[in-house]
């Protein structure tokens, strides 16, 4: 729920510490827990943006483009816009 002005330009990625885990793991190991296990780096990949939204951003420096102000519109979410989770 970022708002703009205040915390608007601002990235937060929750991630946990390796202390955290493995206190749940010697928890797991302790009452005979089942651990499943998954992988999050999917999310953003197959994230699609909504129809009413038009999203456009510069081409990464590098990329070998037809002109120099050349933008793209995006179809699919990354990790790191406003719009992403």
Same mark, same amino acid.
């Given at each position: ?5 205040? @915390?608007? *330009?601002?990235?937060?990625? $929750?991630? +946990?510490? *390796? +202390?955290?885990? !493995?206190?749940?793991?010697?928890? +797991?190991? !302790?009452?005979?827990? @089942?651990?499943?296990?998954? @992988?999050?780096? /999917?999310?953003? *990949?197959? =994230?699609?943006?909504? &129809? ?5 951003? &510069?081409? $990464? /420096? #590098?990329?070998? /483009?037809? #002109? ?8 699919? /979410?990354?990790? #790191?816009?406003? &719009? +992403? =989770?």
């Amino acid at each position: 729920m970022q708002v703009y002005g205040e @915390d608007y *330009l601002n990235t937060f990625s $929750p991630v +946990a510490k *390796l +202390a955290s885990f !493995r206190t749940i793991l010697v928890f +797991a190991t !302790r009452y005979n827990w @089942d651990i499943d296990t998954f @992988d999050f780096n /999917s999310a953003y *990949l197959n =994230g699609d943006l909504n &129809q009413d939204e038009e999203i456009y951003m &510069q081409l $990464p /420096s #590098g990329y070998n /483009s037809v #002109g120099e102000d050349m933008v793209m519109q995006l179809h699919k /979410s990354l990790y #790191g816009l406003k &719009q +992403a =989770g």
